[in-house]
């Protein structure tokens, strides 16, 4: 089970971080991902990171503004966001998959249940 949190209303430039918390005691056999989803819209592939923590990797539109990130002792993964802007408003999804840290969401077996980002200009 994935519980995302973190979500809310911040004016662009701002940051937010978002959380995810796994239970279970194989969260570290995991690749873990973001993606999100606005309105009328596909899921997007945000950020994803390895289960070691060793590899990320993200979408062009986020690069140089959000970090993935995990830590394996609090089964938690984590994606902070700087210099937000409108168009990061979605609702924010985690996503495990005990595999390589795919980019396609239906690659990923487990889903949180989203937080919503989102961003005034």
């Known amino acids: 089970q994935l519980q995302a949190s973190g979500g809310g209303l911040v004016q662009a430039g701002g940051s937010l971080r978002l959380s995810c918390v796994a239970s279970?005691?194989?969260?570290?056999?995991?690749?873990m991902a973001w993606f999100r989803q606005a309105p009328g819209k596909e899921h997007e592939f945000v950020a994803a990171?390895?289960?070691?923590?060793?590899?990320?990797t993200s979408v062009d539109s986020v690069k140089g503004r959000f970090t993935i990130s995990r830590d394996n002792a609090r089964n938690t993964v984590y994606l902070q966001m700087n210099s937000l802007k409108p168009e990061d408003t979605a609702v924010y999804y985690c996503?495990?998959?005990?595999?390589?840290?795919?980019?396609?969401?239906?690659?990923?077996?487990?889903w949180g249940q989203g937080t919503q980002v989102t961003v005034s200009s």
């Open positions: 990171i390895s289960a070691n923590g060793r590899s990320t």
């Open positions: 279970g005691r194989t969260f570290g056999n995991y690749a």
């Open positions: 996503a495990a998959d005990r595999g390589y840290y795919y980019t396609a969401p239906a690659q990923y077996d487990y």
